[in-house]
Nanobody
């Protein structure tokens, strides 16, 4: 198993930036496809982006519109989400997730391991 702990959330003004981190512990980090999801109040959990063990990343361009980037540092067992040009609509709890099936998938059920989430609030 792998344990995931997110950090880096907080309050930011619209137009600002934040970088979220997700530290993994337990099994070898490179065994996992890693992903970011977010969930706003009253809404379903939404795919933000994912990255393979070798660093090939995809993002949900419909929602993120080129503003977000997913990366990982395998030497540090850490997943990152760089968020730029933040908008009030980005306000949500952001979760990192992992699967060990070498599967990049935009649905939450494809991931077996989840962090506790970090809250991001964007003020207008």
């Amino acid at each position: 198993q792998v344990q995931l702990v997110e950090s880096g959330g907080g309050l930011v003004q619209a137009g600002g930036s934040l970088k979220l981190s997700c530290l993994a512990s337990g099994r070898t980090f490179t065994k996992y496809v890693m992903a970011w999801f977010r969930q706003a109040p009253g809404k379903e959990r939404e795919f933000v982006g994912a990255i393979t063990d070798h660093g090939s990343a995809v993002t949900n361009e419909d929602s993120m519109k080129g503003r977000f980037a997913v990366s990982r540092d395998n030497a540090k067992n850490t997943l990152y989400l760089q968020m730029n040009s933040l908008e009030p609509g980005d306000t949500a709890v952001y979760y990192c997730a992992a699967n060990d099936r070498n599967q990049v998938d935009p649905v939450p059920t494809a991931y077996d391991y989840w962090g506790q989430g970090t809250r991001v609030t964007v003020s207008s």
